[in-house]
């Protein structure tokens, strides 16, 4: 089909003004350069004022790697980890791995308390037993390279950041993890400017969950987990709350923090990004119109035009915003050593994420809020599936 409307040749060029703007933003979302990366082993480290929080539920498969990477991070390492009533004998696997390198307790969870998120809920119960000035907040499918910890603690003294947190690298050894995991980094890097997170305006605060090391003190004056109780973004709402009491906050890309958790097909990485993606949007419907209409324009439109518009200028203006859209996502490829021709793929990605979102929407309007870890939540946070 052949476009002769004006209409489609001024979208076209609201398309290719999108994605130059986005490249000339001063603030870069689409760049690397907040980074943190290890000096290599530092078995010598003293880390007697860390005190890990991992929680944990059904996750015997991966704690193993989680524990045996904290035990190479240094001396004098204590770990609570707090089995959310696992059925898959998480503990056992726990005890088995811990080795004599790294001091660890496991604390049995309770049954979950209605308005709580699961991790939420299983963190608060950890932050009890947090003896130490500093917590690191540890998903249980996170393993940190070695020397990791003593780099965070060197960046949150370079910083006077009261948080610190790592964006860890996730699995990308599958086709379905090459072709989408990359982008979900560039997307929340979108969202959440890193540069302008480390800033001290209160308008963006980030932060990673699967990686954080927080100040004891500053997560004891906000109240504990229980000011995020019902959160789902929580490592963002966790960020947002300490920036709003008066502290900094810093995030950064890290090949530092791995996530052993893998992503075998499609529907695993959809359930993954559909739990959350609505709730990026407050939950509006307004902001998803917005939130197609603004994807439509930045990742149909350029193609449109290339391929249905006859005339030659619209051509050049279709294929100038495909240039500058592959332009913004190729740091974020580099940085994760996958090939720059994966960035012509980015409109069939944004597809398939708007797709997400759209699902996620539509759990919501169906009565369940999110879901995770055999746990559905609706609306008011009551859990189902425990």
Same mark, same amino acid.
């Given at each position: 089909?052949? %476009?002769?409307?004006?209409?489609?040749?001024?979208?076209?060029?609201?398309?290719? !003004?999108?994605?130059?703007?986005?490249?000339?933003?001063?603030?870069?979302?689409?760049?690397?350069?907040? *980074?943190?990366?290890?000096? +290599?082993?530092?078995?010598?480290?003293?880390?007697?004022?860390?005190? !890990?929080?991992?929680? =944990?539920?059904?996750?015997?498969?991966?704690?193993?790697?989680?524990?045996?990477?904290?035990?190479?991070?240094?001396?004098?390492?204590?770990?609570?980890?707090?089995?959310?009533?696992?059925?898959?004998?998480?503990?056992?696997?726990?005890?088995?791995?811990?080795?004599?390198?790294? =001091?660890?307790?496991?604390?049995?969870?309770?049954?979950?308390?209605?308005?709580?998120? &699961?991790?939420?809920?299983? %963190?608060?119960?950890?932050?009890?037993?947090?003896?130490?000035?500093?917590?690191?907040?540890?998903?249980?499918?996170?393993?940190?390279?070695?020397?990791?910890?003593?780099?965070?603690?060197?960046?949150?003294?370079?910083?006077?950041?009261? %948080?610190?947190?790592?964006?860890?690298?996730?699995?990308?050894?599958? @086709?379905?993890? /090459? %072709?989408?995991?990359?982008?979900?980094?560039?997307?929340?890097?979108?969202?959440?400017?890193?540069?302008?997170?480390? &800033?001290?305006?209160?308008? !963006?605060?980030?932060?990673?969950?699967?990686?954080?090391?927080?100040?004891?003190? =500053?997560?004891?004056?906000?109240?504990?987990?229980?000011?995020?109780?019902?959160?789902?973004?929580?490592?963002?709402?966790?960020?947002?709350? !300490?920036?709003?009491?008066? /502290?900094?906050?810093?995030?950064?890309?890290?090949?530092?923090?791995?996530?052993?958790?893998? $992503?075998?097909?499609?529907?695993?990485?959809?359930?993954?990004?559909?739990?959350?993606?609505? #709730?990026?949007?407050?939950?509006? @419907?307004?902001?998803?119109?917005?939130?197609?209409?603004?994807?439509?324009?930045?990742?149909?439109?350029?193609?449109?035009?290339?391929?249905?518009?006859?005339?030659?200028?619209?051509?050049?203006?279709?294929?100038?915003?495909?240039?500058?859209?592959?332009?913004?996502?190729?740091?974020?490829?580099?940085?994760?050593?996958?090939? @720059?021709?994966?960035?012509?793929?980015?409109?069939?990605?944004?597809?398939?994420?708007?797709?997400? #979102?759209?699902?996620?929407?539509?759990? $919501?309007? /169906? &009565?369940? *809020?999110?879901?995770?870890? +055999?746990?559905?939540?609706?609306?008011?946070?009551?859990?189902?599936?425990?």
């Amino acid at each position: 089909m052949i %476009l002769h409307d004006p209409g489609f040749t001024y979208a076209a060029t609201a398309a290719a !003004v999108l994605w130059l703007g986005l490249l000339a933003l001063p603030w870069r979302p689409w760049g690397t350069r907040e *980074r943190l990366e290890t000096r +290599g082993a530092t078995p010598e480290a003293d880390l007697s004022s860390v005190v !890990v929080l991992i929680p =944990a539920r059904n996750e015997a498969a991966t704690i193993g790697q989680t524990l045996a990477a904290l035990a190479r991070q240094g001396c004098n390492l204590k770990a609570i980890l707090i089995d959310d009533r696992s059925s898959d004998g998480t503990a056992d696997a726990a005890r088995a791995a811990a080795g004599t390198n790294l =001091a660890l307790e496991i604390v049995s969870g309770s049954a979950l308390e209605s308005g709580w998120a &699961g991790k939420m809920f299983a %963190l608060e119960q950890g932050r009890k037993r947090a003896d130490r000035p500093l917590v690191l907040l540890l998903d249980a499918d996170i393993a940190l390279e070695p020397g990791a910890i003593a780099a965070l603690l060197e960046k949150k003294r370079e910083t006077g950041a009261a %948080l610190v947190s790592l964006m860890a690298e996730l699995s990308m050894a599958r @086709p379905v993890e /090459r %072709l989408l995991m990359p982008a979900f980094v560039y997307f929340f890097k979108l969202v959440y400017p890193f540069a302008l997170s480390n &800033g001290p305006t209160c308008l !963006v605060a980030a932060a990673a969950g699967g990686c954080i090391l927080i100040e004891r003190a =500053a997560l004891d004056e906000i109240g504990g987990f229980g000011a995020l109780k019902g959160a789902i973004i929580d490592d963002c709402a966790l960020a947002r709350t !300490v920036k709003r009491s008066g /502290r900094r906050t810093w995030i950064g890309l890290s090949h530092a923090a791995k996530s052993i958790r893998g $992503y075998q097909t499609l529907g695993t990485v959809w359930c993954m990004v559909a739990r959350s993606a609505y #709730t990026q949007l407050h939950y509006s @419907p307004i902001l998803l119109a917005l939130a197609s209409l603004m994807l439509a324009l930045g990742f149909w439109m350029p193609l449109v035009a290339l391929v249905s518009f006859p005339a030659l200028g619209a051509k050049l203006i279709g294929g100038l915003a495909l240039l500058a859209m592959a332009a913004s996502y190729v740091p974020t490829l580099r940085y994760y050593g996958r090939s @720059p021709f994966w960035a012509v793929a980015l409109p069939l990605i944004g597809t398939l994420y708007l797709a997400m #979102t759209w699902s996620s929407a539509i759990d $919501y309007w /169906r &009565g369940r *809020r999110t879901a995770w870890k +055999g746990r559905v939540y609706d609306r008011h946070m009551r859990a189902s599936g425990e």
